[in-house]
Nanobody, 128 residues
Framework: QVQLVESGGGLVQAGGSLRLSCAAS????????MGWFRQAPGREREFVAT????????TYADPVKGRFTISRDNALNTVYLQMNSLKPEDTAVYYC?????????????????????WGQGTQVTVSS
């Protein structure tokens, strides 16, 4: 059974940092792009960051550029999201996902529809 399990969420003050992890089990995702999305109450799920299969290609949503860093360790089948300088507007449930397709070095999809496997999410709350 394929599983993606997020961890590392919690409550932090504005300006603080958190590191999210997403551990995959059941199969390897070393050839899949991996992404992080988030969903705040009353809002649609939105793209946060994505990383190509090799780790050499990354893209970020504009609101998190310069503050968040996505990385992966294929040996551990784990993807990370380092979040610095957190703001109250970063409060949301954060989900990791694995792409439906394996692609080229530059394959880093932004749309949720391009991801086939999803975790259950981890809550991040940033207080002002």
């Amino acid at each position: 059974q394929v599983q993606l399990v997020e961890s590392g969420g919690g409550l932090v003050q504005a300006g603080g940092s958190l590191r999210l992890s997403c551990a995959a089990s059941g199969r390897t995702f070393s050839l899949n792009a991996m992404g992080w999305f988030r969903q705040a109450p009353g809002r649609e799920r939105e793209f946060v960051a994505t990383i190509g299969w090799s780790g050499g290609s990354t893209t970020y949503a504009d609101p998190v550029k310069g503050r968040f860093t996505i990385s992966r360790d294929n040996a551990l089948n784990t993807v990370y999201l380092q979040m610095n300088s957190l703001k109250p507007e970063d409060t949301a449930v954060y989900y990791c996902a694995a792409s439906a397709l394996t692609g080229s070095y530059y394959y880093t999809p932004h749309a949720a529809k391009d991801y086939a496997h999803w975790g259950q999410g981890t809550q991040v709350t940033v207080s002002s």
